[in-house]
């Protein structure tokens, strides 16, 4: 896919074609220091935020090390940032998914063109005749992982096998949107970089040329307002009635353990029958109210541990669903009396 859908009305371009980086001048920095020392560490995880730019970051490393194989050259010495003109052949060929020097590990259509929901081991075998073989292009050979948190088991012990012996100018990206859950064996290995959520500036520069939108559409500052920190969450909300989608579901979320079953067939009827957007917004609004209670039970010196647990683990179950959700087009309506019911369940 060379794109990625938000709504029907907003494509943006997929990470390997954006070219600009917004609000992580400092995590940027990190890497050209590193790359410019000739001592790299091998692997790297970036983390944060849904949608705040790791995936751009770490395909701009990507293209600066396959354009500028020797980091002791004056050109890297003196570089100021990561950029890489556009019209740079290897630009050109990372844009178009078409360069020797990089691979991608990221979620693909299976036999009946259906988004997986993992990445595979058979995928992720790859990395050992892409590192191993007779290199297409001479240096640097760099291995983007979009994400490590959508690895199976078998596919993440696949990695963790290669990252502990890395051949010789390998450099792997491994982008993740929780941190804290991908496999000890696989984070001992990596330098972790952590991207914080964007200024609401930031987001509005970010999603104003990613969907080719006016930089003072009134309706982009409120996505933007609301979004977070996060350029997807602005996208998403762009899609129409998305705000008020997240309005009405924060409004039961703050009922529980109570909450009224017509509301509950209310809201399920609102997400419609296939509307990617609305799914979005609506898990996009629980995925936030758990966060909230999470941060706030271990900002909390009393917390109640066996709750944490509880829903930490709800929330798990609920994102693995709405990705079956999304994935094979299923009924919403099911889904929200499932997502409450766990909520109602872990909250009491």
């Known amino acids: 896919m060379s794109a990625r859908q938000v709504e029907p009305r907003v494509t943006v371009a997929h990470p390997r074609e954006t070219t600009a980086l917004f609000g992580h001048r400092e995590a940027e920095m990190a890497l050209l220091k590193a790359y410019r020392s000739g001592r790299i560490p091998h692997a790297w995880l970036i983390g944060g935020a849904l949608g705040i730019g790791k995936a751009t970051l770490a395909y701009r490393m990507a293209r600066f090390v396959l354009a500028h194989r020797n980091p002791l050259a004056p050109d890297v010495q003196g570089a100021e940032t990561l950029n890489v003109d556009p019209s740079d052949p290897v630009a050109r060929h990372v844009a178009a998914g078409a360069h020797g020097g990089l691979l991608t590990l990221?979620?693909?259509l299976n036999d009946k063109g259906v988004m997986r929901t993992v990445i595979t081991v058979d995928e992720t075998r790859e990395t050992i005749s892409f590192f191993g073989s007779t290199a297409a292009v001479e240096g640097w050979r760099v291995c983007i992982v979009d994400t490590v948190d959508e690895l199976n088991p078998n596919a993440a012990n696949a990695l963790l096998k290669i990252l502990e012996e890395p051949p010789r100018q390998s450099l792997f990206l491994l982008v993740s949107h929780a941190p804290a859950r991908v496999l000890p064996t696989i984070l001992s290995?990596?330098?972790?970089l952590a991207l914080r959520p964007l200024a609401t500036a930031d987001v509005i520069r970010a999603a104003a040329q990613a969907a080719n939108i006016a930089i003072d559409d009134p309706a982009l500052s409120e996505a933007a307002e609301a979004s977070e920190g996060s350029v997807a969450r602005a996208l998403t909300l762009l899609g129409g009635d998305a705000v008020k989608l997240q309005q009405?579901?924060?409004a039961l979320l703050a009922t529980l353990p109570q909450v009224d079953p017509r509301e509950l067939h209310a809201l399920g009827d609102a997400l419609g029958g296939s509307d990617r957007v609305a799914l979005a917004a609506f898990i996009d609004g629980v995925d936030r109210w758990v966060s909230e209670r999470l941060h706030?039970?271990?900002?909390?010196?009393?917390a109640n541990l066996p709750r944490l647990a509880r829903l930490a683990e709800v929330w798990e179950k609920i994102n693995r669903a709405a990705r079956d959700t999304e994935a094979y087009n299923l009924e919403r309506k099911p889904l929200v009396f499932s997502v409450f019911g766990l909520l109602a369940k872990a909250t009491r």
Do not use: L
Request: glycine share 0%.
């Open 248 to 250: 009405r579901t924060a």
């Open 296 to 302: 706030s039970d271990e900002a909390n010196a009393n």
């Open 189 to 192: 290995r990596c330098r972790k």
């Open 106 to 108: 990221e979620r693909t």
